[in-house]
């Protein structure tokens, strides 16, 4: 499975449960196509976590890039039912970062196993 990581803020002028309903719908829609596998929104608790990231963390399941590539596509076609879902959650969010991750080790790969 390959994991999109993302972290953020809440921006100005908008709330927690507006953003959150934002991205359940955004990557409803992608689900509901088959270009992810599925998504999972977390909020720090208690304050508690690494400097730098964001209060919110959004996990986004692909089972292969050639699917996330789709999802990707989708984002960029600027279609407009697809531009309104994709900016809806971009203009609530802030301090955005975002990193790929994958199982280890990979499903079908041999395991490595040198240095």
Known sequence: MNLYEIWV???PGT?????????????????????IEGFRVSRRKFGFGPDGLGEFHVTIEFQSLAQMDEGFFTAASHHPDVEALHADVYRRVTNYKSGLWRDYPDQGLPEFSGR
């Open 15 to 35: 709330t927690a449960d507006e953003l959150v309903e934002a991205i359940h719908r955004w990557l409803g829609f992608l689900k509901n196509r088959g270009e």
């Open 9 to 11: 803020d809440v921006a």
